[in-house]
């Protein structure tokens, strides 16, 4: 095996690395530091922090983050779908149709189990 072969890999990461790094290390260097009270205190929406950073979430906003994310990355799957539709024929249609199904029903199911009531 020849180590010439790995010379685009290494130089590309060696071109990722310096592409992330060097901006930080040139903004650390020439950039002003004139630190002062107002600059380092807590800063919350214009308003002190009044607790603590590490307060827990209810765990429904969790879940109707991840119900978004979930129907969200579903529509973007149909996107390239609908683009070909013509060319992919009857089959991928009803495949679809029944994924859209099956997304219906986790839909459903979550709406009468509550998560997406919000108090």
Same mark, same amino acid.
């Given at each position: 095996? !020849? ?11 060696? #071109?990722?690395? /310096?592409? %992330?790094?060097?901006?930080? *290390?040139?903004?650390?260097?020439? %950039?002003? !530091? ?15 922090? $009044?607790?603590?950073?590490?307060? =827990? ?5 969790? @879940?109707?983050? +991840? @119900?978004?994310?979930? $129907?969200?990355?579903? +529509?973007? $799957?149909?996107?390239? &779908? /609908? /683009? ?9 249609? &009803? /495949? *679809?149709? #029944?994924?859209?199904?099956?997304? *219906? *029903?986790?839909? #459903?199911?979550? &709406? =009468? =189990?509550?998560? @997406?009531? &919000?108090?």
């Amino acid at each position: 095996m !020849n180590l010439e072969q790995y010379l685009p890999v290494i130089l590309f990461l060696l #071109v990722g690395v /310096a592409v %992330g790094i060097i901006p930080q *290390v040139i903004g650390y260097v020439l %950039g002003p !530091n004139r630190p002062d009270a107002a600059k380092n205190s807590p800063y919350e929406c214009g308003f002190e922090a $009044f607790e603590d950073a590490r307060m =827990k979430f209810d765990v429904r906003y969790y @879940l109707v983050a +991840i @119900l978004f994310i979930l $129907f969200d990355l579903e +529509i973007a $799957f149909l996107f390239p &779908w /609908a /683009a070909v539709l013509q060319e992919l024929g009857a089959t991928a249609f &009803w /495949a *679809v149709v #029944v994924f859209l199904g099956i997304l *219906v *029903v986790g839909f #459903v199911y979550e &709406w =009468k =189990k509550g998560a @997406l009531d &919000w108090e």
